[in-house]
């Protein structure tokens, strides 16, 4: 990915130097590229490059990273969660996912689950919702009126205090070398309806769909202006959110490789050196396990390697 193409994402970017715009966020352009043949040829040298960085990153043990996916229902959050699993090594990469809360999370306090799926140093964490679900749906529905909390709460602050709860949260990993890079997918109302429709008139997605999804239709505006509350209230350079296209499904996907490449380059992490006394005591344990093997097969290794004798 070239500098150019980098500072091309910056127009999906959001890290509370400007502000967002539900109604004037595409769901629909294409801008970075325009063709799904390109789209997919660079997801695969995306996919190629991530992989010898998260192998990097994973040896460093120096910094993690949660990648964190929010969206509207149909957004196609799943389908691009399995894309990006498709192309991480299961080593260091955990998924946590984030529904309803349990009785045994409503008893802790909102961030509680959040902590307990925080990566350590040298993985990576796939957040299929969030703690934002506390400002989103827990805004919209109006579900801390409902849940056990000390008279001193005062209900009218609670979503305000949250967003502060959440950046300061974010910035205390950003502190102890944990990145948080979120992933808003914005589709259109017209775009959810015709996949929801899709859901209904195809067997092999009915599974996808529940009544429930579509009465949640109903508080469309109420979401939007959630989702564009919580983005402008959380936006920071340490954990900047990106905005989406999501109505073409596989421009999304492209886009979304190309954020998590360019966040994993911009980690930059690197194999550990090796110490002296480490290679010193390598070139021991060469000559004992060369000891081992035929020499046939030690030679074969060597001009594998371009270390023949001759």
């Known amino acids: 990915m070239g500098k150019e193409e980098r ?38 040298k995306n996919n190629a490059k991530m992989d010898e960085l998260q192998a990097k990153l994973y040896a460093a043990k120096k910094e993690g990273v949660i990648f964190l996916f ?19 090594s299961p080593h260091g990469v955990h998924e946590a ?23 350590a140093k040298g993985e990576i964490a796939i957040f299929n919702r969030s703690q934002y679900e506390d400002v989103l749906i827990g805004k ?63 067997p092999e997605k009915n599974w996808k769909f529940s009544a429930g999804d579509w009465e949640e239709r109903a508080y469309w505006d109420a979401y ?28 999304m996907r492209y886009l979304v490789s190309e954020i998590l490449c360019d966040t994993l380059i911009d980690m930059d992490p690197q194999y550990p050196e090796v110490t002296s006394e480490r290679l010193a005591e390598f070139e021991k344990l060469r000559d004992s396990i060369a000891k081992e093997l035929p020499e046939e097969k030690l030679e074969k290794f060597r001009k594998k390697n371009g270390k023949s004798k001759s």
């Not at 005062?154 to 990145?179: G, H, Q, W």
Request: negative net charge; proline residues 2%; glycine residues 2%.
């Open 7 to 44: 500072k091309r994402l910056e127009q999906y970017c959001y890290d509370g130097s400007r502000h967002f715009s539900i109604r004037e966020a595409s769901t629909k352009e294409t801008s970075l590229c325009s063709d799904k043949v390109e789209a997919l040829a660079q997801m695969e």
């Open 70 to 88: 929010q969206a509207m229902d149909a957004a196609g959050k799943d389908g691009t969660i399995r894309s990006v699993l498709t192309c991480l």
């Open 97 to 119: 996912a984030f529904k309803a809360p349990s009785s045994d999370e409503l008893a802790h306090d909102f961030l509680w689950r959040i902590v307990k799926q925080v990566p």
């Open 140 to 202: 919209v529905r109006e579900l801390y009126r409902k849940q056990a909390h000390a008279d001193r709460i005062d209900e009218d602050t609670v979503m305000e205090d949250r967003y502060t709860d959440i950046r300061n949260f974010e910035k205390y990993l950003y502190r102890n070398s944990i990145r948080t890079v979120k992933i808003f997918l914005h589709v259109s109302k017209d775009e959810q309806a015709l996949r929801f429709l899709s859901r209904i008139e195809e």
């Open 224 to 251: 939007q202006k959630a989702f564009e509350d919580a983005i402008n209230a959380t936006a920071t350079r340490e954990a900047p959110w990106y905005v989406v296209p999501a109505d073409h499904k596989w421009y």
